[in-house]
């Protein structure tokens, strides 16, 4: 299997090198049939550029399925995609396993499910080595923004349905462009894709504040809310977070961090990360659980999981364990 070269750190792009990066994305997908996947615990970036890049092998004439390998939760993620697009995720589940998928991963470039990984698109460019035929990981307010780079350079005829995923993606991923994972020259172009289009950018910004609906879930549910696992240098790793406009009572939060404690021995983690959102405030708490204690940290901003929090904690286990 040969090591792509096609990985972009930086968030510009020159046309020539979209040019041989899709003429390469197509070299290694014709005359196989693709199965795109998100990761699980799927977000509405993940589900959305899923169904973007579908549409776009379909015009390319690639034979392809997106599929949803896990079963699918009526969550948030869930209600955005029913209530904005009427599009009911549950179709796209496919709980089965098949070392005959040619998988191509959109937003995570590793997978425990089975099958032959070929492609990988993904916006949190990290250390670790990825052989695979095809890469593109670059910096970006989300992998939609990437699948419409993809698109323009195919020349797929975008329609308002295709602009109105692309803009709500972004705009979700990046809490309504307030993260520091937003790119202020990928929101110009989000806001006049929204302009083309005569769509409201407005209500697209308020549907993507995505606010984490405490008072409906279980603590359980309220820990692994957006979960991920990671291996960092042989390390089981794990996150979570929580989007909230009003915090909680200190008694409840200190609920939800004795479970976490319980958490991360019961999976077995070297380390497990709990990230509350305060969007009122625009302030990051960051939680670290370990074997002897659990560390808080006070943050600035509305920061980014994948851009800024866990590259840094990758950064630390390799430097840790080198």
């Not at 019961?266 to 990360?273: N, P």
Request: charged share 30%; with cysteine; proline share 2%.
């Amino acid at each position: 299997m040969c090591i792509s070269t096609n990985i972009i750190k930086s968030k510009y792009e020159k046309s020539e090198d979209i040019k041989k990066r899709v003429k390469s994305l197509k070299k290694v997908l014709e005359g196989k049939k693709i199965t795109i996947i998100g990761h699980d615990n799927i977000d509405v970036d993940a589900t959305l550029s899923a169904i973007l890049m579908s549409k776009v092998l379909t015009f390319l004439g690639i034979e392809n399925e997106f599929c949803i390998l896990e079963k699918v939760k009526e969550d948030d993620t869930y209600d955005i995609i029913m209530e904005v697009f009427n599009i009911d995720m549950k179709k796209f589940e496919k709980v089965s396993e098949s070392s005959e998928r040619y998988l191509l991963l959109l937003d995570h470039y590793e997978t425990i499910h089975e099958g032959k990984v070929i492609a990988c698109i993904d916006h949190h460019p990290n250390q670790a080595q990825k052989e695979y035929d095809f890469i593109y990981s670059r910096n970006s307010s989300a992998t939609a923004f990437l699948i419409y780079k993809i698109m323009k350079e195919v020349n797929f005829p975008i329609g308002v349905e295709e602009a109105k995923m692309i803009i709500l993606a972004m705009a979700v991923d990046t809490a309504a462009f307030r993260s520091s994972k937003a790119i202020p020259e990928e929101v110009i172009k989000a806001q006049n894709l929204a302009k083309e289009f005569c769509l409201d950018y407005d209500s697209l910004e308020k549907v993507a504040f995505c606010l984490t609906p405490i008072e409906k879930l279980t603590i359980e549910e309220i820990i692994s809310n957006g979960q991920k696992w990671y291996v960092y240098n042989g390390i089981k790793v794990g996150s979570a977070y929580v989007q909230l406009y009003d915090l909680p009572e200190k008694e409840i939060i200190n609920n939800w961090l004795e479970k976490l404690f319980e958490k991360r021995k019961e999976t077995k983690s070297g380390l497990l990360v709990f990230i509350i959102f305060d969007m009122k405030n625009s302030i990051t708490y960051e939680y670290h659980f370990t074997k002897e204690n659990i560390e808080k940290f006070v943050k600035k901003g509305i920061l980014s999981r994948g851009k800024d929090i866990m590259p840094l904690i990758e950064k630390q286990f390799l430097n840790k364990y080198l």
